[in-house]
Structures are given as C-alpha cells and as structure tokens.
C-alpha cells in the first residue's frame, strides 16, 4: 500500500519533494514488511482432529459405548465409556484415528 502511495506521491508533488515522499513511503513499506515477517514468524496452523480436544459437543446418537456427536456443525464417531443419551453433552478428551473419546459433562 505505501508503495502505490509513493508511486502516486512521485506524480502529484512537485519536484525535489515527490522524491523524498517516495523514499520515505519505502521506508514504511519496508517496516512494515518487517513488522509483519516478525508477526507471523514461528506460528503453526492449527488444523485437523486435533483442534477438537477440549470442545464441548452434543450426543447425536447413543455412545453405547458407540455412537455420534455433534462438534462445531460436524458430526464425529465417538465411544463414551460412561453411556451418553441424545442430546447429552461430552467434552473431547482424546482422538483416536477418526473416533474421539468423550466424557459426558
């Protein structure tokens, strides 16, 4: 973005002017840049079945100790060793492949 201003500065401002505007619109593009490099830097996504540990989700259908829930408007395969009713809610534990183990709240 301060490079575009820079380069629209160049055109509208006169003379010896128009070149420090770009210079210093270059100078904030590059700090910026830097700003930004040292933001995101290091982050990891956070993507997949494992996300879901520690959220809270709704019996689909009976964990006997098989069954579905309802996490974040998906619906997972589920075993509960405590028997979980429709309608119950769980809380994730832990995944299992495609299962997630849950426990009813």
């Known amino acids: 973005m ?9 055109v509208f401002v006169p003379s010896p002017w ?3 505007a770009l210079l210093a619109c ?3 593009f590059l700090g910026e840049l830097a700003f930004w490099n ?3 830097r290091g982050h990891r996504k956070q993507v997949g079945a494992e996300t879901l540990i520690g ?4 019996v689909v259908t009976a964990c006997q100790p098989y069954g579905q829930v309802r996490l974040g408007g998906e619906i997972w395969g589920a075993r509960c060793e ?5 309608g119950d809610e769980v ?3 832990v995944q299992d492949g495609l299962t997630l183990i849950v426990e009813r709240i």
């Open 38 to 40: 040292r933001r995101v």
């Open 55 to 58: 959220q809270a989700g709704t």
């Open 26 to 28: 270059i100078a904030l």
């Open 82 to 86: 405590q028997w979980a009713e429709p």
């Open 18 to 20: 128009n070149r420090v």
């Open 2 to 10: 301060f490079l575009l201003i820079g380069l629209v500065l160049v």
């Open 91 to 93: 809380v994730v534990r």
